[in-house]
């Protein structure tokens, strides 16, 4: 099993930036490529990006250029740097782990692990 946590959420005006981090815990060898999701109110789940283990990157149309995702395998770490901020980017921001089946011989099973997020407010 795999425990995500992120941080970093708040309150910021239009124009501002945040940095999200999400902490990732438990059987991190199956970890392979990591992501941020949100949820405006009333809104479907989206993806904002995403990176694979080799650091290859992934971004929301409405986010690129303003938004870096990162990683620290050695760390375990998960981040995301928002810059420029909108009221529309107000949103519940979630963690996402994904897991091969195997990694080497380690038994991973496959699965999809997510966060429990941190709220972004974005004040025009």
């Known amino acids: 099993q795999v425990q995500l946590v992120e941080s970093g959420g708040g309150l910021v005006q239009a124009g501002g930036s945040l940095r999200l981090s999400c902490a990732a815990s438990?059987?991190?060898?199956?970890?392979?490529?990591m992501g941020w999701y949100r949820q405006a109110p009333g809104k479907g789940r989206e993806l904002v990006a995403t990176?694979?283990?080799?650091?290859?990157?992934k971004y929301a149309t409405s986010v690129k250029g303003r938004f870096t995702i990162s990683r620290d395998n050695a760390e375990n770490t998960l981040s995301l740097q928002m810059n420029s901020l909108k009221a529309e980017d107000t949103a519940v921001y979630y963690c996402n782990a994904d897991s091969p089946y195997w990694s080497g011989s380690h038994y991973c099973g496959g699965k999809d692990y997510w966060g429990k997020g941190t709220l972004v407010t974005v004040s025009s």
């Open positions: 438990g059987d991190t060898i199956c970890i392979s490529a």
């Open positions: 990176i694979t283990s080799g650091s290859g990157t």
